[in-house]
């Protein structure tokens, strides 16, 4: 069953089904939204005023009595059942849908087929996040990059193959690894370039062109909110597979395919940030679990050496960040995360130490519950 497509084939004489299945009725019928009971909110709703607001034109619900945030059918289902005392993961959200609507959720009208259905699907992500949309750029501009694939990259366990294959570039005068990022039309959106520079202000910066009539004032960047890195070449594999391994950075995508080649599912975020529309862009792929993988952003003695304890040390730090991602997919699927007690570096990550360490490390990944 394809959450997307089911999404998208509801009526509002659905809506109204699934929410009387929940307990909930329809109070008003306005012309921009659908009022229902607040079932989300409390479980005897009928003590409330009605604010749960199903949007026609977006088709996402908004309970007014919490904070505004707009959420899909998925979201009011696995809410409402947890105040019933239940606990619905993403496929039992799409199971209960399709029994208030009577949908076969084993019907093949709403299988995804092919490569081409992926990207048509994923391509209402990656193209616009709610009205922002994003630039395509002209594939020329990567003509004036070098075809030169940097050692550092070669000792970094990235192969030629892949860094031909993600059309991995070099500048000269920047002294930069170019890395072309592309939607899953394979449409440029934006590129993002590696400083090789020690002294560099970041690792990762946009490419900036000093022709200025290209790109936004010459920045060729994008909102990196909206997307992930490698997504049109993993999204098929992790359908495939069911799971994915967020990384933060695009070298970890490229190491996983020099890796595993076209059974990658790694993901990069562009950093360490994952928004509810990246989160969305992995539930719809039908993930039943999520394995984080973000850098090792702690030295040992920061969790292990009293005597440099800090109010906030390093290992609190990262524990935060991996808690922050987890939090947005427990209850929608298994969520696990690939740690090094005793990393080599600090800021490694797990893709960093080769094929046979990493998958290692995976094989000891930990299931998150209520600690890491």
Not at 7 to 12: A, R, Y
Request: net charge negative; charged share 30%.
């Amino acid at each position: 069953m394809d959450a997307f497509l089911l999404k998208q084939k509801l009526t509002e004489k659905d809506i109204v089904n699934i929410i009387n299945d929940l307990g909930g009725e329809l109070r008003q019928d306005v012309e921009e939204a659908l009022i229902f009971d607040s079932i989300t909110y409390c479980l005897d709703a009928s003590n409330h005023k009605a604010k749960l607001y199903y949007y026609k034109k977006t088709q996402r619900f908004v309970e007014y009595h919490l904070e505004m945030n707009a959420v899909d059918i998925y979201e009011v289902v696995k809410e409402a059942k947890r105040l019933q005392g239940y606990k619905y993961n993403f496929t039992d959200c799409i199971k209960f849908v399709c029994n208030a609507t009577g949908i076969d959720y084993d019907s093949t009208e709403l299988q995804s087929k092919s490569g081409s259905f992926i990207n048509s699907n994923l391509s209402r992500f990656t193209a616009k996040n709610n009205k922002i949309e994003l630039k395509i750029y002209d594939n020329k501009i990567l003509n004036k990059f070098e075809n030169w694939y940097h050692q550092d990259w070669i000792d970094d366990n990235i192969s030629i193959e892949t860094m031909d294959k993600y059309n991995i570039k070099y500048y000269e005068f920047g002294n930069q690894i170019i890395i072309p990022c592309f939607n899953v039309y394979n449409q440029l959106i934006g590129i993002r370039a590696r400083n090789l520079d020690p002294n560099a202000s970041a690792k990762y910066i946009p490419y900036k062109d000093l022709d200025w009539r290209n790109g936004d004032n010459g920045w060729y960047k994008f909102n990196v909110g909206t997307t992930f890195y490698g997504l049109e070449h993993t999204a098929q594999s992790i359908r495939k597979f069911k799971k994915v391994i967020i990384c933060e950075s695009e070298k970890s995508v490229l190491q996983g395919d020099t890796y595993f080649g076209d059974n990658n599912i790694i993901v990069g975020m562009y950093g360490s940030a994952m928004t509810k529309r990246k989160r969305d862009i992995i539930l719809e792929l039908g993930v039943e679990e999520v394995v984080i993988a973000i850098d090792f952003d702690y030295e040992e003695e920061s969790y292990s050496d009293k005597e440099l304890y800090e109010p906030e040390t390093d290992w609190e730090r990262y524990e935060k960040k991996v808690y922050k991602i987890a939090d947005m997919f427990k209850g929608w699927c298994k969520v696990s995360v690939i740690i090094d007690y005793h990393p080599r570096h600090k800021k490694d990550c797990a893709t960093d130490y080769g094929k046979r360490d990493f998958l290692k490390l995976y094989k000891n990944r930990l299931e998150i519950t209520d600690e890491v």
